[in-house]
């Protein structure tokens, strides 16, 4: 077994009772509050979705940090999946984490499904929409109180709907 195998192992031992817990916490609160799930073909997805949207919400690709015009947005409302509309946050979630995409410190009860990433070789918390589960980002745990948790989100992956006034 090579170095990079047994850290592979290492991290994934190490992890296992976190995502044993975390998938129990999951189906408890899915038992809740059920959310009909959307199931497309690729076909179907991409007339609904642009090839970028499709890129991100699909193949779970990400973009480019600082291009999304929801860095900027500041008005109440909702943000919701760009592939379902399924709400995910509220703009009283929503910070600036400085980092170049939309982060939020918590999401709207059972609107997203995590899991493990090794994309990047060290393991990253994935997050994705209930509904359909397309690709949203990635929740780290060094946002602001009160949770402590940086959803950072692809702002293509989002579609933004105003209060109305």
Known sequence: MNRRKFLLATVALAASPVLTVRARDDAMSMQNHRIEKLELSDAQWRQRLTPAQFRILREEG???A???????EKREGTYVCAG???PLFTAA???DSGTGWPSFFKTLPNAVGTKLDFGLFLPRTEYHCARCGGHQGHVFN???????K???????ALKFIPDQA
């Open 62 to 64: 990400t973009e480019p």
């Open 66 to 72: 600082y291009s999304s015009p929801l860095n900027n």
């Open 84 to 86: 379902c509309e399924l």
């Open 93 to 95: 979630m929503k910070y």
């Open 142 to 148: 060094d946002g602001p109180e009160p949770t402590g």
């Open 150 to 156: 940086r959803y950072c989100n692809n702002g293509l």
